[in-house]
């Protein structure tokens, strides 16, 4: 299903974000006050358009409220960061995500409105120590401080045995909610799903799980 989002702030998340979500098949809006950025944005987004977010009357001209999401990523103006999120969720936006670059930026922008604060450059480190304390991590989306889906090679141990005789949920509490066969990937698999070689699994659980089994 297509939807709208505008990224607000074109720098590298900025435009690396748009461009993810237009590469995706999204419409995407992308809004900068720097006429250069947005030049450079314009083969990266749906649409570009030079605008101060700042400004209450610039936001509705772009029909700002009409968005599904809109995402502010400004890099180092905090100030403008905030008062962007605080219009947004006063002109009606139902979604605002919102870039910080530090925990205190992060609780203004989380009290003015934002439904979802991220914090780019902490959630990367995190992501890189974590894969390579666990090598057979693939890749990883944390749903909550307890839970996350992984994407975890198989061990040789576990190769040629069904997803019922391995039991993961019995044994390690956790389910298999994909098998990816190289550039094949089986969604919801069923119990008698041969594991081979070079399998990786998709599995969902609880942290302490999912580390215990990728580091078989």
């Known amino acids: 299903?297509?939807?709208q989002y505008a990224v607000i702030g074109l720098g590298r998340f900025g435009i690396s974000l748009?461009?993810?979500?237009?590469?995706?098949?999204?419409?995407v809006l992308g809004v900068d006050i720097n006429e250069e950025r947005v030049e450079e944005a314009q083969s990266a987004v749906t649409h570009a358009v030079i605008a101060d977010s700042t400004d209450p009357e610039a936001l509705?001209?772009?029909?700002?409220?009409?968005?599904?999401?809109?995402?502010v990523a400004i890099g180092n103006d905090i100030q403008a960061s905030i008062l962007t999120v605080l219009l947004l969720k006063e002109l009606g936006v139902k979604k605002v995500i919102?870039?910080?670059i530090n925990k205190l930026q992060g609780q203004v922008l989380?009290?003015?409105?934002?439904?979802?604060?991220?914090?780019?450059?902490?959630?990367?480190?995190?992501?890189?120590?974590h894969m390579l304390l666990s090598p057979n991590v693939l890749n990883f989306i944390e749903l909550s401080k307890e839970y996350s889906v992984?994407?975890?090679?198989?061990?040789?141990?576990m190769t040629n045995q069904s997803l019922r005789e391995l039991d993961l949920r019995a044994r390690y509490n956790l389910s298999?909610?994909?098998?990816?066969?190289?550039?094949?990937?089986?969604?919801?698999?069923?119990?008698?799903e041969i594991i081979e070689e070079g399998d990786v699994l998709v599995v969902i659980g609880g942290n302490r799980d999912l580390e215990r089994f990728a580091n078989l």
């Open 18 to 27: 748009a461009g993810s979500l237009f590469g995706a098949g999204q419409e």
């Open 98 to 100: 919102a870039k910080a």
């Open 60 to 71: 509705k001209s772009i029909g700002i409220r009409n968005f599904d999401t809109v995402i």
């Open 150 to 157: 992984e994407e975890i090679k198989v061990p040789a141990s």
């Open 176 to 192: 298999v909610i994909a098998i990816r066969h190289g550039r094949n990937i089986n969604i919801s698999p069923s119990p008698d």
């Open 1 to 3: 299903m297509v939807k």
């Open 110 to 129: 989380d009290k003015v409105g934002a439904d979802w604060v991220i914090f780019p450059e902490r959630d990367m480190g995190e992501r890189v120590a």
